[in-house]
């Protein structure tokens, strides 16, 4: 290990460098090139992942809805375009016959599908306004920011019909001053005086939901708009092992057969499965991160055997000089350590500053995306990757390195003076 802290090693190698200044630039960028397009490709790979993470953050990742439409084929003597209504009894069911399904809530809304809103009214101040109708097992799958001193619907407002409820942000900002605290106000809903219990605040990723939605007890609502036993639509969170998919396929098929639907009738009941776009957007990170790994060995491979190539004729052209540190008592370990130092040197150089360049890249797109609607975030490699593809690297470069230095210790002293 002496040699590698000996200053004329370094003014060898730093001179062999110099004479082929053009040769080394260009094979040393293939090296820098390769690491950058792997840090750069895994890194916006991880951006990917992290950004749909936070966008769905508030919903289970293995969730769905589902809800009914019309049925496309006769069945046990009903005609086709039979207009299908879930029922608050379906729960149990489904709850009883998918044991995959971890959660389940029926939802009601009014002023969400094409339908007109709620009118809100507080003293003076008035709006219209989206109103759901929900049970506390909804936050299990969507979670809810409730702001600091307010809550939820819980069990006991289901149980009592409460007249309470939850308001958007901007529906506080709308109907109550500025400073003023909404917490045990009452507003004018419909004509019916509700109590405000907490304020909710608008996270992206859980749908048609915006900042401004009331939500009131699933048993009020049912009482307020006389809905009876009907449910707008299902929220299903499957448990984190579960095949989504299928529980997709079980859920409507235990639809179909409790609603006299033809099983092979695939309009009768509409879904839209969180949980199997997650996956696939998740698998496509997965595949670019491996695509990236790839590629970047690919070209830090074809970097590096550019760097032996560049070492090989450097050894050609020094061949007196190797020739003449022999004949004055250089062992063939010392000078085989001086080719194989020169080549590992090169590679980790252009590792660093290909690591350097890619950082410098994803930072600039994280600046550019950290604002933005997209679904992008903290693109970053994690640090034992990086280390990773150094080591390998040095690893290739050592073995690269022998190539030339075996070339190098195999010129006979009295051959190589007598070259030209």
């Not at 407002?157 to 409820?165: E, G, H, M, P, Y």
């Not at 130092?341 to 290909?354: D, H, M, P, Q």
Request: charged share 20%.
């Amino acid at each position: 290990m002496r040699f590698i802290f000996d200053l004329n090693t370094w003014q060898e190698i730093f001179g062999s460098i110099k004479k082929n200044k053009t040769r080394t630039i260009i094979t040393v960028i293939g090296v820098l090139w390769g690491i950058f397009v792997y840090i750069a490709m895994a890194g916006a790979a991880k951006g990917l992942d992290n950004g749909f993470e936070r966008a769905f953050e508030t919903v289970a990742m293995n969730s769905m809805f589902t809800w009914a439409q019309s049925t496309s084929m006769p069945y046990a003597g009903y005609k086709t375009g039979r207009r299908l209504q879930l029922k608050i009894q379906d729960v149990t069911v489904l709850q009883n016959r998918i044991p995959e399904i971890q959660y389940i809530a029926p939802r009601n809304a009014k002023g969400v599908f094409g339908d007109a809103p709620a009118k809100v009214v507080r003293g003076l101040k008035s709006g219209d306004y989206a109103i759901y109708g929900d049970f506390p097992i909804y936050t299990k799958i969507a979670t809810k920011k409730i702001y600091d001193g307010g809550r939820f619907i819980n069990d006991e407002d289901i149980a009592q019909n409460r007249k309470v409820c939850v308001i958007g942000e901007r529906t506080e900002k709308e109907l109550f001053e500025e400073g003023e605290n909404p917490i045990g106000a009452y507003i004018r809903l419909d004509n019916i005086y509700f109590q405000v219990v907490g304020v909710h605040k608008y996270t992206p990723g859980g749908g048609f939901e915006s900042d401004s939605d009331v939500f009131i007890p699933f048993s009020t609502f049912r009482k307020l708009y006389n809905t009876a036993d009907n449910v707008g639509w299902l929220t299903i969170a499957a448990y984190d092992d579960a095949d989504v998919v299928q529980v997709e396929k079980d859920v409507k098929g235990t639809l179909k057969n409790i609603h006299n639907v033809d099983p092979k009738d695939e309009r009768a009941f509409g879904a839209f499965n969180l949980g199997e776009v997650f996956n696939k957007i998740m698998g496509f990170a997965k595949g670019m991160t491996f695509l990236s790994l790839v590629v970047g060995i690919a070209t830090i491979l074809a970097g590096v055997i550019g760097i032996g190539n560049i070492l090989l004729i450097a050894v050609k052209e020094r061949t007196k000089e190797l020739g003449v540190r022999r004949a004055l008592g250089a062992t063939p370990k010392e000078v085989k350590s001086q080719i194989i130092l020169e080549s590992v040197f090169l590679t980790t150089i252009a590792g660093v500053l290909g690591i350097i360049l890619g950082a410098f890249v994803l930072n600039i797109v994280n600046i550019l995306t950290k604002d933005g609607d997209f679904p992008y975030a903290n693109p970053t490699v994690p640090i034992p990757y990086v280390l990773g593809a150094m080591g390998l690297m040095i690893v290739l470069g050592t073995l690269i390195g022998l190539i030339p230095a075996q070339r190098a210790v195999s010129i006979k002293p009295i051959d190589a003076l007598r070259e030209e």
